[in-house]
Structures are given as C-alpha cells and as structure tokens.
C-alpha cells in the first residue's frame, strides 16, 4: 500500500507541488527517504517522529520508505515536515485519502507537535493554485502572506493535532481572509524637507523616482550624497498590489518578511556593504538564493563608496540593471531572478575624498585618482542614466531656518508622471517606464523632431556620449516631459538630461585636468 499527499519544494523563487510517497517495505523498523533529499530533508526522520508521539499518535513499527517526486528535483528546508507527518497518518489509518486528497502541506514540525513556518508560503500558494489544490495549511506566521494569493483556501493549524481534528471534522480552522494586508509601517527614509542646498541633486532625484532611472552621485565626504540616496524611498510611489506580490515573494524566500505584517507595500530599500561578493549582489549560493540586486527588486539598490566595491562585483551589474532579470546558470539547471530596480551609486572623487573641495585640499597623486576613478568602468557608467557632481553645502545654508520642499510634495509629482507613463507606456497588460523603453518604445514616445535631434547629435559630438547613451538621454528627456506635462520632447528638456549626465562624461576629465595643474 502506497500513500500520497502534496507538499511543496521550492526552486529559486518559485514553488514546485512534490508528491509525498509512503509505503512499507521489507527490513528492521526505520525510514528511507528518496527523490534527492538534504540533509535537513533526510533529518526530518526525527522531527516526524517525534511531532506524532508528542501529538499521542504511534510511530509505525514498520520500515518504512518515502520518494518526493518529482525525484530528479533537488528538495532542501523542512517545509516537507508536514505532508510527510500526514501521509504517515493516511498510510496507518488515523486519516484518509479523501480527507487530504485537495490540500496542500507546507510547514516544519517541531518536536512537540507544534507547526513551525518556513520561507517561501507565497511561493507555496501560487504552486497549490497552479496545481488545482483548492486549500493549503501553513504555520499561522506566515498565513496572511499566502492568503494574498486568490482562488485559495488558507487554513493555519498551529500543531499537528490542530491539523488532524479539522480534516477528521472533530474541530473546524477558521479560513485566513483572503483580502491581501499589505504592510505600509516600513520606514520611508530621510524626509527631503531635513536637507539643506544641493538643489541639483534634489532634481536629480525626482526625475530618477519619476523614470526609474539610474543614478550617481559623485562628490567630497559630507556633501549629502547618502543622506539623499536615503531619502529616495520616500518620493517612490507605493507598489500595486502586483508589484507587492513580486517584492513580496522575493522576501518571504529569503525569510525578509515580517510575520504577520502582510505584504511588502513599500519600494525595498538595499546598500549592501562594500565587502559583498559577488553572490551576495547577484544571487547564487546552494542553493541559489537572490542576491540584493532581486531583493530590492522594484526598489532601490543603493552602493553607497561604489568605488570601494569589487570592480567584478560592479561589472557583474552591468546586465541585471539593463535586462531587469538575472540568470543564475549551474550545471542541471539554471534560475531567473527579477531585478527591476534603480542603481544608484554613490562615490568619492578621489582616495582623499577632497578633489574639488574648495575647503580642502587634495593630497592625492594623478596616478591615485585615475586609478581610483577607474574602480568604476566605462560600461558601467554608461548604463547610468544621471551623473551628478556635488559640492560641500555652505554654513549659511545649514544655519538658515527656512525649509526646504519635503518629500511628500515630490512624491505627489513623481505619482502624476508615473501615471503618465503608465496609460502611454503600456505593452498590453504590462507598464513599462521610461527608463526600460526599448528602441521601438522611444521612437513611439519620444521621438525627436528635427531641431531636437540636431541639437542632442551636436551635444553628443562634443561630449563624445555612446548610443547607448544617446537613448539614455533621450529616455531621461521623455521623464523631464513628463514632470512638466508635456506632451513631446523638447530642446530644454534634452538640455536639462545632458546636464544631470554631465557629472562623469565631462566632470571626470575636468577633475583630472585640476589634478594635473596642481601637480
């Protein structure tokens, strides 16, 4: 006699339903488990054992023999605990096939019984609903996360006895409220109103907020560059209840997500440390997990010293940022992570940090800032769409009482030209903003007439801007555009992109050229 429940594994951010498969074979009492379980898969003998006799339930004196299939399918975590705990029940009779023919079983056990949750019960959801199970039964911590996956009953038993009452229908569990809670009380940074001056790079800001464009600030320690960066959360429009959804997945697999809250309902914030490798920016692992680039997924991913980073780390950006997705390859299998995020870096202009710093005098040799500068490639720096220099704020302006404009009135302008982008961008179901049009999008939306492609073609020539660049600029055109109501593209809104680029196309050579004349 052979038992079958459901479960679920996951495969990068993605959830797979795994038939759970019991039967008896000849031998000495015991267990063997198949269908390329790890450890803490095989380990989960001893957490199912227990978990019954704490529940007054007995441990089979058969031997027993259990595949999670599909078997080719690599299964890590202990989110298995529970459909194998059931199938054990169905296989001795405490249960029947029918009563858990339609659920899903997605939770860890721990020894006394009581049901534990796992990362990933989105990701569990979408899985049971794709498979046409009509219910799932998750830890209670988690519940609220899966129940925001419609056409799905969310069922929270809080032990194994809990579990085994209702589908017996001694005791009934209550179905978790569909309706998704999306979670608003994360913090949105630095308010905009608390910094003084660097009003270019405030207008730098929004237009990147507005187009999802990605953006550097370059100047001396102290300038504001991070306190900007941090305000940029709080001009983001909230997400909708789909990008919620994607952000949210990516969360509840890295175990991010607060239990209980709901979903993510803010734009992620992420400034990873300096010494992050690689993996840690992209993804990888074993098994692969997302790296920062997919957890600030729909947000910001922020490298505050870019230049202090791995010059691989940074290079291996270089794609993700462009193609919104990134590819984990290994030898059987390969994973995709979303990465649709603002970049935006923030870096010194030299080791010293007072390049340019009318207050202070630079040290360093023309070798150490060339060399410091190019921690950052030319590829890289291409695909950044704003290039803004800073300097250090005058004592005056920190010491006036007057307030500067704070973040809620630019937000209010970044909703308006996101919704702009929103009703015009559209490729049928999906919206896509000014920063990810492709050359067809641009030709349709921002097409130059014939005085504004003289005047960017004559620009170009004297900054010596790549085509990529040139499509850059023109995307950072539609968005100013857009901020101002504008139905085309004009001459002053390509004025205005070229000047917020012009931070390391002419800036760096303009630093390096006062280097040489001073030394």
Not at 104 to 130: N, T
Not at 257 to 273: D, E, K, Q, S, Y
């Amino acid at each position: 006699m052979t038992v079958t429940t459901h479960g679920v594994a996951l495969h990068g951010i993605d959830g797979i339903v795994v038939e759970v498969e019991v039967g008896l074979q000849d031998g000495l009492p015991g267990i063997d488990i198949a269908g390329l379980p790890a450890a803490s898969v095989k380990e989960a003998r001893h957490r199912v054992r227990s978990a019954l006799r704490a529940g007054g339930y007995e441990w089979p004196p058969e031997r027993l023999v259990v595949n999670f299939a599909p078997a080719d399918l690599p299964k890590h975590g202990t989110a298995l605990d529970l459909p194998l705990a059931v199938a054990v029940l169905v296989l001795f009779g405490v249960l029947t096939k029918e009563q858990v023919a339609r659920a899903v079983f997605f939770g860890e056990l721990g020894l006394d019984g009581s049901v534990r949750p796992v990362p990933g019960a989105i990701s569990a959801a979408e899985a049971a609903r794709a498979g046409g199970h009509g219910v799932l039964m998750v830890a209670p911590e988690v519940a609220s996360e899966a129940a925001a996956i419609e056409g799905l009953t969310v069922l929270a038993p809080r032990s194994l006895v809990e579990l085994v009452e209702h589908l017996q229908e001694r005791a009934t569990l209550s179905p978790i409220a569909g309706a998704p809670a999306v979670c608003e009380a994360r913090s949105r940074g630095v308010d905009l109103a608390a910094i003084r001056g660097q009003l270019a790079a405030r207008r730098a800001l929004e237009v990147a907020a507005a187009g999802r464009h990605n953006l550097l600030f370059v100047g001396p320690p102290g300038c504001g560059k991070t306190l900007l960066a941090r305000a940029l959360p709080g001009i983001l429009p909230p997400l909708t209840l789909e990008e919620s959804l994607e952000v949210s997945r990516i969360h509840s697999i890295t175990g991010l997500t607060r239990r209980g809250a709901g979903l993510v309902g803010t734009p992620p914030f992420r400034a990873p440390h300096p010494t992050a490798s690689e993996a840690a920016l992209i993804g990888g692992g074993n098994p692969p997990m997302p790296g920062e680039v997919s957890l600030a997924h729909r947000g910001v991913l922020f490298l505050d010293e870019a230049a202090e980073f791995r010059r691989s780390s940074l290079d291996a950006l270089r794609a993700p940022i462009e193609d919104r997705f990134v590819t984990v390859a290994r030898a059987r299998r390969s994973l995709v992570f979303p990465s649709a995020v603002m970049l935006v870096l923030a870096t010194n202009p030299c080791p010293c940090g007072h390049l340019g710093d009318p207050r202070h005098a630079c040290r360093c040799t023309p070798a150490q800032v060339r060399a410091y500068q190019q921690r950052l490639s030319g590829p890289l720096l291409d695909r950044i769409d704003l290039h803004v220099e800073l300097m250090p704020v005058a004592s005056d302006v920190l010491a006036a009482s007057a307030h500067e404009e704070g973040s809620a009135g630019v937000q209010a302008r970044v909703v308006a030209a996101r919704a702009v982008q929103s009703a015009r961008n559209r490729v049928g179901e999906r919206v896509v903003l000014n920063a990810d049009l492709d050359l067809e999008g641009i030709e349709r939306v921002a097409a130059l007439g014939p005085v504004e492609a003289r005047y960017l073609a004559k620009a170009a020539d004297a900054l010596g801007i790549s085509a990529r660049a040139w499509h850059r600029v023109v995307r950072v055109a539609r968005t100013i555009a857009d901020l101002a109501g504008a139905e085309r593209v004009e001459r002053a809104h390509l004025a205005e992109a070229l000047s917020l680029r012009r931070g390391l196309v002419a800036g760096a050579r303009e630093a390096g050229e006062r280097v040489r004349a001073g030394a």
